[in-house]
């Protein structure tokens, strides 16, 4: 079996030194593959295990992975394919977003809307500015004057970027659904936040600073929020209205199961097209089609979907983060950032230092305005999760590797000395980041919230499983509380009672009763659609039961 493995990694690596481009390309897409393989085995294996994450295991393979490399090509390489930052906005991040959204559930992410707003859009404005201005003025102590004005605010977009799949990962929906939905959607809406931010620094000519362009600015990212937003809730609901009306399950399921992929991923490439945030439309795309399409489609097409798409996420996550542990390795960049080792230190840890300045300059002062708005105890945000959301996003990921090739790299290669030490900064800190925040998250919140404390943090969310919708009858339409049979008791906040006593006065009733009556007899969803015996059967977040 050694022998086997050996003589294949020899044939691979023998491939790799060719000089011909055509046995490159497929020696290194067989060797990628192949660790694709490695890393979902291993993550099996590992998955009873309180330290290492999927995302963290892809990082460490990379790692060693690297280094064989330049082991074997005598420190030439340590990377298979070439980075290049279309590959990653174009084909790997879609999947990840559609399905975050596909898969979110709606009443808490929506519940929490303003919240996740507020931290993900205001909260990444001041975190922008605070890295920016903060790099710019630590930057000039460690002589780095060579980066110009537009590489300091890109730097403050890339650094603002937080890593939303890392923390899918760390946080766990079912004992934490209220810090899982606020620490993800904010970090969906930082993302989009940071990308808008990326691209209108790219667009804007800062040759010639007026008092009109703060303005404009900001006018700008409004607007591509908005219009980013809607474009996905219409290519949703075209996607539901479509496939309601033809009904393609009559004939071939292969044909709606594919409207439903295409459809997803056209969203996100007509928002790039026409210059919005891809971000954005995809993952409200997600949800209205979860909403909507999901439910049209016949019982196989459904099952087929729910999984197609959580394991096209999977895989393009395990992908980015397996590139990354290869590409922190490659010594052309660290043979720049090595003849000034103190400066390219100083400068990583500044940036960090930064990062986590800038988080919890809008965390506790918003978390404060947040709750000076609500007036029931129990809807308020304690101390121990406000610094859970804070040290939750204090990881940076791929959008942030991303963007800082696209301000400081062509095609992966550079050759300015100061853009290579911000290459290799920023692979520092998302290293860092991802592997001790990463490692240590999971036990932080279960030091920060012991498995007693768990239902508290479900009672200022809605229920995040079959069981618990049914055992919180609140918003449930007539469901039990009883489940097989067996009373559980579960503490209501005091809100609860006030939300019974007077139910339309909450914002989900008349959603709920505009939905009933105009949305889904045009477009279909749960209740509307013609029931089909052996379809399965779903609770309000589309959870199969």
């Not at 192949?34 to 290492?52: A, D, K, Y």
């Not at 929490?112 to 975190?127: D, K, Q």
């Not at 362009?213 to 809730?233: D, E, H, I, Q, R």
């Not at 009306?245 to 409207?259: I, M, N, P």
Request: with cysteine; proline share 3%.
């Amino acid at each position: 079996m050694g022998v086997g493995l050996g003589s294949v990694s020899t044939a691979i690596l023998g491939k790799l030194a060719s000089s011909d481009p055509d046995e490159v390309s497929v020696s290194s897409i067989t060797l990628f593959v192949t660790l694709l393989c490695i890393c979902v085995v291993l993550g099996h294996l590992l998955e009873e295990n309180r330290w290492i994450n999927e995302s963290v295991n892809a990082l460490f393979i990379g790692l060693g992975t690297g280094t064989i490399l330049l082991l074997a090509t005598k420190g030439v390489s340590s990377r298979i394919l070439e980075f290049n930052e279309e590959l990653f906005f174009i084909y790997l991040l879609p999947p990840i977003i559609f399905n975050a959204g596909f898969q979110v559930k709606k009443k808490q992410f929506f519940r929490n809307f303003m919240t996740i707003t507020l931290f993900g859009a205001v909260g990444t404005m001041i975190s922008f500015c605070i890295i920016s201005f903060g790099a710019k003025m630590l930057f000039d102590q460690l002589n780095l004057g060579y980066l110009e004005l537009q590489d300091y605010l890109a730097i403050g977009a890339i650094f603002s970027a937080t890593d939303s799949v890392c923390t899918l990962q760390v946080l766990n929906q079912d004992e934490t659904p209220f810090l899982h939905s606020l620490v993800f959607g904010e970090g969906v809406v930082n993302d989009a936040t940071s990308v808008v931010l990326f691209n209108a620094i790219q667009k804007f000519d800062l040759s010639e600073i007026n008092s009109t362009m703060a303005f404009t600015f900001v006018g700008n990212f409004f607007y591509l929020f908005v219009t980013s937003t809607l474009l996905g809730v219409l290519m949703g609901l075209l996607s539901a209205y479509i496939i309601r009306k033809l009904y393609f399950g009559r004939h071939s399921t292969d044909r709606e199961v594919a409207l439903m992929i295409l459809m997803a991923y056209l969203s996100y490439i007509m928002a790039e097209l026409f210059d919005m945030s891809g971000i954005l439309t995809v993952f409200f795309c997600g949800i209205v089609m979860s909403h909507y399409t999901w439910h049209n489609v016949t019982e196989s097409s459904r099952v087929t979907t729910k999984h197609a798409f959580a394991t096209l996420s999977f895989i393009a996550e395990t992908f980015i983060f397996l590139y990354v542990g290869m590409d922190a390795l490659d010594l052309e960049k660290w043979k720049f950032a090595s003849s000034s080792p103190i400066k390219s230190v100083g400068a990583s840890a500044a940036l960090f230092g930064l990062v986590v300045v800038g988080r919890a300059a809008f965390i506790f002062p918003l978390s404060f305005l947040f709750n000076f708005t609500k007036k029931s105890e129990s809807s308020k945000l304690n101390l121990k999760q406000q610094i859970t959301i804070w040290w939750a996003g204090l990881m940076r990921g791929a959008v942030s590797m991303a963007l800082a090739y696209n301000q400081f790299a062509k095609s992966g290669h550079t050759k300015q000395p100061g853009n290579a030490i911000m290459i290799t900064c920023t692979i520092t800190v998302v290293l860092f980041t991802t592997v001790v925040f990463g490692l240590l998250t999971k036990h932080f919140v279960r030091f920060m919230f012991p498995p007693s404390d768990h239902i508290n943090d479900a009672d200022l969310s809605e229920p995040s499983s079959p069981t618990s919708a049914l055992s919180l009858p609140l918003l449930s339409n007539g469901e039990g509380s009883e489940v097989n049979g067996e009373k559980r008791n579960i503490r209501r906040p005091c809100s609860l009672q006030m939300l019974f006593s007077a139910p339309t006065n909450t914002v989900h009733y008349y959603w709920r009763k505009f939905d009933d009556s105009f949305m889904r007899p045009v477009f279909g969803g749960r209740g509307f659609t013609e029931f089909v015996p052996g379809t399965p059967r779903v609770d309000s977040d589309n959870q199969l039961v």
